[in-house]
């Protein structure tokens, strides 16, 4: 697959390996750092210009992810935060508004607001590199009508569409490669930033 202008696909360096020991990536992981590659892709930014975002997926998913992040480049679909120091960086370096986009992190399912918890004691589609979050904030996951996030609730309501949301454009482009969106599952509960391989 021919890659896109600004499109990169690399193994980790040792350095970047390092950096996800611990808080990302720890022994008894479901995949190993080996397994994971650098995307690097063209974003357009809420500034409506062209910024450089890269993530960290899994090494199956990075050629056919390549192609769905340069459509949502030709949509012109902003994406606040998409740079590996947002998601992996020091903590106080992390944009506060938390509204980072990324892919990989060693951890279990998040429960759905309606039950509670910091865990389902299942691995997470993210601990895979098998899944994306984008725009968290304008993008929330609600539950039973709440959201961990009291200031998202407004993104709740769907009909009104503002920058940053996920649309049907953006959701078809995922659908592009066989992956399913978190925003059409049935039930009450909605992880509008979340798109997976199999839909979980």
């Given amino acids: 697959m021919a890659l896109t202008v600004g499109t990169a696909i690399q193994p980790l360096p040792a350095p970047l390996q390092a950096q996800l020991r611990g808080e990302s990536w720890r022994t008894g992981c479901p995949v190993a750092l080996t397994d994971l590659r650098v995307l690097t892709v063209r974003t357009w930014g809420f500034d409506k210009r062209t910024h450089t975002g890269q993530l960290i997926v899994n090494r199956k998913a990075a050629a056919p992810l390549a192609g769905v992040f340069a459509k949502l480049y030709e949509l012109k ?10 998601m992996y960086g020091p903590r106080s370096g992390r ?44 993008n929330p996951y609600i539950g039973c009508g709440m959201t961990r996030d009291p200031s998202r609730l407004t993104y709740t309501d769907r009909s009104k569409t503002r920058p940053g949301m996920v649309t049907k454009p953006v959701v078809l482009a995922f659908r592009s490669i066989g992956w399913k969106w978190g925003g059409s599952w049935n039930g009450s509960t909605k992880d509008y930033m979340h798109f997976s391989w199999n839909g979980h």
């Fill in 95 to 138: 944009p506060t508004d938390g509204d980072i986009s990324g892919s990989f992190r060693c951890r279990q399912a998040v429960p759905s607001p309606c039950t509670g918890g910091s865990g389902t004691g299942s691995w997470s589609n993210h601990a895979y590199g098998l899944a994306v979050d984008i725009n968290p904030a304008e």
């Fill in 77 to 86: 679909f902003p994406i606040r935060h998409l740079e590996l120091s947002d």
